[in-house]
């Protein structure tokens, strides 16, 4: 979206009228135009009147970022860990729909793609068909909507009621500075792609992931250990086929493993993180360890800092991931205590922190959040700081080239 | 409005059922697979349910809506 000043050089003489028209394609899909024309009661065309129109990019200077995960939308750790950074909670709409999937806070706002299903509940039993197939998504509507989010024009977004499992009114959302779409397929279609500033995969592993559906489901009456085995094994296929592909497209991949320090270790409490970070992506420089392109294993347990079992080992060096060149910083262990946090974030380097200590300040923050304890959420806050970073860069970069100027 | 744990996770209970019926029918159909996958949804949704209501205190809710009402002012100074 453009605004535009006119200058005249002659003020008094002429009216000049900005009409607009507002014409609807599709549900949520605006386009203005505006006219300008000089009307004159002077017989003689008076040629001395000269208009200048100069355009510039307003403030709506969208960025956009995919999360695509599992575990649901909106709600999840890392959407919450992610806004912070950005200062201010997130919160759902107020006086909206209850069950709205949106979260919206100063400077974020955060979609669930889900609201994008073709297919409700009923409609997907139906057909046969997981919310996981693409089927069962509206792409066009979910490319549209977000492509003039992105240029700054407000849409009327459908609401997929996760407890009713139908599809709700629409609910307004405005351009935010930045919009996060998280959801199964924010990377499945190319054009919603190429929209994307960046984008991150939460990649969990099958041991993992039935660790922690076995934690969140044996207290649900109905469920046993067969029924959530049969649950994720039925839905396998169908994320493998559409979901995990998704990987190679990513800036920043995720990877969350049973640990390696702990031998025949089946319970999925500590854990091994990676962070593959995808080399040549603009406004994006990974995050290292002691020196650029190198390979390290590192132990910070020792002399200065006392660890309790298992410790933490830390890794990091290039690789080639999904035909991508990569590197990777990983993670596998627990901090027990706050020293040891600031002890790891001090000898990594690029982390796009404004201040000494500003990683494991964010981690204290949300001491409560799963995985504050491990590289999940030394990751997760790390990639926070990096899209932060990544934002400032657009915002300047933006500011230094205006569109340029026309003369009528 | 959103629903109570208890009545989601009475979804929860009958979306198992039925699954494991439809797929003792066919164990390989596409009715089988979505149904499992409700089982995940709902599942998803009663587990948020328990957080929020772990995380919810009603005072501060209420206060958040009417903040001017005697039970939720707050004074500075």
């Given at each position: 979206m453009a605004a535009c000043t006119v200058y005249s050089t002659q003020t008094l003489r002429t009216n000049i009228s900005i009409p607009t028209s507002s014409s609807k394609t599709h549900v949520g899909f605006h386009q203005k135009q505006v006219v300008f024309y000089?009307?004159?009661?002077?017989?003689?065309?008076?040629?001395?009147?000269?208009?200048?129109?100069?355009?510039?990019?307003?403030?709506?200077?969208?960025?956009?970022?995919?999360?695509?995960?599992?575990?649901?939308?909106g709600k999840s750790t890392f959407m919450r860990r992610l806004t912070s950074v950005f200062g201010g909670a997130a919160e759902?709409?107020?006086?909206?729909?209850?069950?709205?999937?949106?979260?919206?806070?100063?400077?974020?706002t955060v979609i669930c793609l889900d609201d994008y299903h073709s297919l409700d509940r009923t409609g997907r039993k139906e057909k046969?068909?997981?919310?996981?197939?693409?089927?069962?998504?509206?792409?066009?509507?979910?490319?549209?909507?977000?492509?003039?989010?992105?240029?700054?024009?407000?849409?009327?977004?459908?609401?997929?009621?996760?407890v009713t499992g139908l599809?709700?009114?629409?609910?307004?959302?405005?351009?935010?500075?930045?919009?996060?779409?998280?959801?199964?397929?924010?990377?499945?279609?190319?054009?919603?792609?190429?929209?994307?500033?960046?984008?991150?995969?939460?990649?969990?592993?099958?041991?993992?992931?039935?660790?922690w559906k076995i934690q969140r489901d044996m207290a649900e009456r109905g469920h046993s250990l067969e029924s959530i085995k049969a649950s994720i094994e039925a839905r396998k296929?169908?994320?493998e086929a559409y979901i995990d592909p998704q990987k190679q497209y990513a800036d920043a991949v995720i990877e969350v493993l049973p640990t390696q320090l702990i031998p025949d270790d089946n319970e999925g409490k500590i854990l091994r993180v990676r962070l593959i970070q995808k080399e040549g992506v603009k406004y994006f420089s990974p995050v290292y360890l002691f020196d650029e392109g190198s390979t390290i294993s590192w132990i910070?347990?020792?002399?200065?800092?006392?660890?309790?079992y298992p410790g933490i080992k830390f890794f990091y060096g290039p690789e080639s991931y999904k035909g991508n060149e990569v590197s990777v910083v990983e993670m596998d262990g627990q901090f027990d205590r706050l020293d040891e946090l600031i002890y790891v974030e001090s000898h990594l380097s690029n982390l796009s922190s404004k201040f000494y200590g500003e990683v494991t300040q964010q981690m204290l923050k949300h001491a409560d959040f799963p995985g504050s304890n491990n590289g999940t959420g030394l990751f997760q806050t790390i990639v926070g700081l990096k899209i932060r970073d990544l934002f400032e860069q657009i915002v300047a970069s933006r500011a230094e080239t205006p569109v340029g100027a026309t003369k009528a | 409005m959103a629903l109570e744990p208890e009545q989601l996770s009475?979804?929860?209970?009958?979306?198992?059922?039925?699954?494991?019926?439809?797929?003792?029918?066919?164990?390989?159909?596409?009715?089988?697979?979505a149904a499992w996958d409700e089982v995940e949804e709902l599942s998803a949704a009663a587990s948020h349910a328990r957080d929020r209501k772990k995380?919810?205190?009603?005072?501060?809710?209420?206060?958040?809506?009417?903040?001017?009402?005697?039970v939720c002012r707050t004074y500075d100074n």
């Open positions: 000089t009307k004159s009661n002077n017989k003689r065309i008076n040629s001395n009147n000269r208009y200048l129109i100069t355009c510039k990019a307003s403030d709506s200077q969208t960025i956009v970022i995919g999360l695509a995960a599992d575990s649901g939308c759902p709409p107020k006086g909206g729909n209850p069950d709205s999937n949106t979260l919206i806070s100063d400077t974020t046969g068909v997981t919310a996981l197939d693409p089927r069962a998504n509206d792409f066009d509507l979910m490319y549209e909507q977000v492509k003039a989010i992105k240029d700054g024009i407000s849409v009327q977004k459908p609401i997929y009621n996760h599809l709700d009114p629409p609910e307004l959302i405005k351009p935010p500075k930045i919009l996060v779409i998280e959801g199964l397929h924010p990377m499945y279609d190319s054009r919603v792609r190429d929209l994307l500033d960046f984008s991150i995969y939460l990649d969990i592993s099958n041991e993992v992931k039935f660790a296929p169908d994320f910070p347990c020792g002399r200065k800092l006392t660890c309790s | 009475n979804k929860v209970e009958e979306s198992i059922k039925s699954a494991q019926e439809t797929c003792d029918d066919d164990p390989v159909s596409g009715e089988c697979v995380e919810s205190d009603p005072l501060e809710d209420y206060g958040k809506d009417n903040p001017e009402t005697d």
